[in-house]
Structures are given as structure tokens and as C-alpha cells.
């Protein structure tokens, strides 16, 4: 498995702002699709939004009008912007690559990174 690392985590106010991002380091096979994905405190993982080779993207309801994921200029890089940010979207987030997407649903890999932490909070 290639690491996979993400960063950009950290403490935001309500209505604000982070970008994430993650790298696949070390791979020199182009990542066909990635998901994001986070788990709350006291919550079971859940999808946020998905990117596959061409740049279509899919999101969960809830995060489709807030967050925008893309990919990167660098090979095996993606992002994940997120505005408007509420305190309920306080939780780890978690990038998966190397998944199938079927439809519009994101079916993780086993390539997890270690998450970063996003608290909003005021």
C-alpha cells in the first residue's frame, strides 16, 4: 500500500473556512478515484465526497452545496474545500484512494490515511 497523508486540519470558527489536503506519496500509478470521508465524535465514518479520474465529483447531501473536492496539479494530490463550516462538522476526515465508484457511490479501498482533525468551534 502507498501512504496516504493528509493535512489541513485545525480549529475554525463557525461560517469559516479550511482547505484539505491529501497525497498519495510515492506513487507513480495515477489514482483513478479517491473519496473523503470523516467520522464524528461518538459517530460511525461516513462519505463526504468523491473525485474520479476525469474530475467528476460526487458529495454526500448534506456537504454538496459547502464542500468542493478536486485534484491537485501534482500526480496523486486532491483537495477538499470546505465553507461554511458548522460546529457539527467537527470530526476527523479521513482520504481513501484507489476506491470504485459505482454510480455516484464511493466503494473506500483499504487505503486509509491517518485523518486529520477539524474542530469548529468558537
Known amino acids: 500500500q502507498v501512504p496516504v497523508v493528509e493535512s489541513g486540519g485545525g480549529l475554525v470558527q463557525p461560517g469559516g473556512s479550511l482547505t484539505l489536503s491529501c497525497a498519495a506519496s510515492?506513487?507513480?500509478?495515477?489514482?483513478?478515484?479517491m473519496g473523503w470521508f470523516r467520522q464524528r465524535p461518538g459517530k460511525e465514518r461516513e462519505f463526504v465526497a468523491a473525485?474520479?479520474?476525469?474530475?467528476?465529483?460526487y458529495y454526500a447531501d448534506s456537504m454538496k452545496d459547502r464542500f468542493t473536492v478536486s485534484r491537485g496539479d501534482a500526480e496523486n494530490t486532491f483537495y477538499l474545500q470546505m465553507n461554511s463550516l458548522r460546529p457539527e462538522d467537527t470530526a476527523v476526515y479521513y482520504c481513501?484512494?484507489?476506491?470504485?465508484?459505482?454510480?455516484?457511490?464511493?466503494?473506500?479501498?483499504?487505503?486509509w490515511g491517518q485523518g486529520t482533525q477539524v474542530t469548529v468551534s468558537s
Open positions: 481513501n484512494t484507489r476506491g470504485t465508484i459505482r454510480g455516484e457511490n464511493y466503494i473506500p479501498s483499504d487505503n
Open positions: 510515492g506513487s507513480f500509478v495515477p489514482i483513478a478515484a
Open positions: 473525485i474520479n479520474w476525469i474530475g467528476s465529483s
